[in-house]
């Protein structure tokens, strides 16, 4: 699958924003995810899609359907998958604004809380959530587990995300020594 450069997300964006103009209406969309570790951390080069949530909802599905389409982007290059991690707890802060759209991310606490919480082996989440770490200087394996619970629901942290965050701290901690 076809990656998206961080030029390429914010060609996307400027897109997005044009056909937002055209029809006369305003955009939010909140980056979570590789797209927010690609185009606000630069920590990757780039993200195999953009995991979000956006809103106007219906206005934006049918934007993002039609440049897939148009431009031959694969089916989900921006998609709303993250919603159910996606709570108030979450620090949002902004990002770009453009005339008709503006782009928000959630911070490096949110995201880490977020990327321990999906423990996808075999995925991104191991390395993204020990740079989070690093860039948030995060000494004990507590400090760890207390952006986790100021962060994420207890009904949302599945049994795997304890032992997935410890490895990664250990990971992390090994990397620090």
Known sequence: MQKLS???????FEEINKRLAA??????????GGAALTLVFNARDSTRDIDAVFRPVADMR????????????????????????VTDKLTIVPHLEYSNLIIYSVDAESLLAMKLTSARFGSNDMNDSIFLMDHLGIRTEQEMFDILDKYIDPYLRKPIVKFFAKEAFEKYFTKML
Not at 6 to 12: A, G, H, N, P, W
Not at 62 to 85: H, Q, R, T
Request: charge should be negative; proline fraction near 5%.
């Open 62 to 85: 049918e934007i993002i359907s039609s440049m897939a389409a148009e431009y031959n982007l694969p089916m989900g290059w921006l998609n709303d998958m993250v919603k159910p991690f």
């Open 6 to 12: 961080k030029s390429e997300i914010l060609l996307c």
């Open 23 to 32: 029809n006369n209406q305003h955009g939010e969309i909140v980056l979570t």
